[in-house]
């Protein structure tokens, strides 16, 4: 047999050793051993954190932060930033308040629940206009929606708390499945993970994203539409945290203005640590995943440890500076290190 026959067969068990460390060895496996990790010093050292109950508690709060980090990776994947998404949420849970409230309990809460997610679709909307086609940065633009969308939720219900909202709806988002305690609405989280992860990594619009993250003046010359990309990703962010917003809503049976308030802190912090880059590029929504569950999981232990909501923000902060931070420290070793064997290799230094 020929060298040219037996080469492809050679270099097949190469071939698969490389993918099996990419698997085993890339960052989204790192993610997933790293919650494994997180899950098992929490179960040591944390009373009453191994149980069912916390599985119900952790996920279920997990759940609004999951959903909005799904749109949220994608656009930092691009290289933009949306920090409005946890204040689209609460005013789209002030209008589900709204309506359900001058409807005197007798409307059709499907009707709201669209008019809620036209809202988020709104949102997203002025947000993408004002980056793509006013040519305004993403950081600038989401802040200043964070307090204007924040402002209309007050607006719009004022001071007041409506609940009483249907109590098959609020018992359906809260039900759990029995022995496991998984939520029952973990279910669709899910089916929108998976939606997410097939767009970004197997579909042309999903590569074009990385692209776009990599030099947006490339990506337009091999003929993606940057600014219609970027604005479909913003549309979707705020129908994405709509929904959001009406979990929330249905799960605590009460909205009010300070509805989600915060929780763009914990997106942002679940993303980054969750591997995409913050200057964009990078990123896969496994990790994502990973993120939003180290998060979640390391919160829930020092509320179990009776500490304050100000430690859960210090941590939370702390994890996204560490996410962002260790990148780019990590990538300053290698490529130091890379170097120095480049110069050994050349006789230009000795041999340690």
Request: glycine content about 10%; overall charge positive.
């Amino acid at each position: 047999m020929s060298e040219q026959a037996t080469a492809p067969v050679s270099a097949a068990p190469a071939k698969l050793r490389s993918r099996g460390r990419r698997v085993w060895l890339g960052r989204n496996a790192n993610m997933i051993y790293a919650v494994v990790l997180v899950v098992i010093l929490a179960s040591i050292f944390v009373p009453f954190f191994f149980s069912v109950t916390t599985v119900n508690f952790l996920l279920i709060d997990a759940v609004p932060i999951l959903l909005m980090a799904m749109p949220m990776a994608l656009i930092i994947i691009t290289g933009e930033i949306d920090l409005s998404v946890a204040s689209t949420a609460g005013l789209s849970a002030a209008v589900l308040g709204v309506l359900w409230e001058n409807s005197h309990a007798h409307g059709n809460i499907w009707v709201m629940f669209v008019i809620c997610v036209i809202v988020g679709a709104a949102c997203g909307a002025f947000n993408g206009f004002l980056i793509t086609v006013v040519g305004l940065p993403s950081l600038a633009v989401t802040i200043g929606t964070l307090a204007l969308f924040r402002g209309l939720a007050l607006v719009v219900i004022g001071d007041d708390a409506v609940a009483d909202f249907p109590t098959d709806a609020t018992t359906f988002v809260t039900s759990t499945v029995p022995v496991i305690g998984v939520p029952v609405f973990m279910v669709f989280v899910l089916v929108v993970v998976a939606i997410f992860a097939v767009v970004l990594h197997f579909t042309p619009f999903g590569r074009a994203l990385y692209a776009l993250g990599f030099s947006k003046e490339a990506a337009s010359f091999v003929g993606i539409r940057v600014g219609r990309s970027k604005f479909t990703l913003f549309v979707i962010s705020g129908v994405i945290s709509s929904i959001a917003g009406i979990f929330w809503v249905l799960r605590y049976s009460s909205a009010q203005s300070d509805s989600v308030q915060g929780l763009e802190l914990s997106v942002v912090a679940a993303v980054v640590l969750g591997g995409v880059s913050i200057f964009g590029g990078s990123g896969g929504i496994v990790g994502v995943v990973g993120g939003v569950l180290i998060i979640r999981t390391v919160n829930y232990s020092l509320e179990l440890g009776g500490l304050p909501d100000t430690v859960l923000t210090i941590v939370t902060g702390g994890l996204l500076v560490i996410s962002v931070v260790a990148p780019s420290v990590s990538a300053r070793i290698r490529l130091a290190r890379d170097r120095r064997r480049a110069l050994v290799h050349s006789g230009e230094i000795a041999k340690p």
